[in-house]
């Protein structure tokens, strides 16, 4: 695969927001911008937002939830077969991705768990 890798910045976000449930938040103008990051792949723009290394949020792939990269893989499939028992090399093997990947989908649902948990900590 041939891959041209251009990184282009996104301004700094200091504007309100809407999560899933229909809240505005503001967002923090101290975190870090996303990277959009704009590739040449097989030919073919390959356009995404790099979550870590292996998973990303592609704006026209799979509605811009995360998937593994250069996959059209959802995360989320990945981890309900992880839930449902199956082992972390039988996933990445099914998936032909890394094992690194599928580690990384559970470090990353991890954290976003302990976030959540510290909002609900704080809501109550």
């Known amino acids: 695969m041939n891959k041209a890798k251009v990184m282009v910045k996104a301004p700094l976000n200091n504007k309100r927001v809407h999560s899933r449930n229909g ?4 967002t923090n103008s101290r975190s870090k911008p996303k990277k ?16 870590g290394r ?4 592609a704006p026209g792939i799979c ?3 995360p998937t593994f990269k250069y996959t059209r893989i959802d995360v989320h499939h ?15 093997k099914g ?5 690194k ?18 909002e609900y ?4």
């Not at 900590?121 to 109550?124: F, V």
């Open 23 to 26: 809240r505005s938040q503001n």
């Open 36 to 51: 959009f990051v704009r590739e040449m792949v097989g030919g073919e723009p390959y356009e995404y937002y790099p979550v």
């Open 54 to 57: 292996y998973i990303v949020c």
């Open 63 to 65: 509605g811009g939830r």
């Open 78 to 92: 990945a981890l309900a077969l992880l839930t449902a028992g199956r082992t972390v090399e039988e996933v990445a």
């Open 95 to 99: 998936y032909e991705v890394p094992v």
């Open 101 to 118: 990947a599928i580690h990384e989908a559970l470090i990353l649902s991890s954290k976003s768990f302990d976030r959540q948990n510290k």
């Open 121 to 124: 900590a704080r809501a109550a």
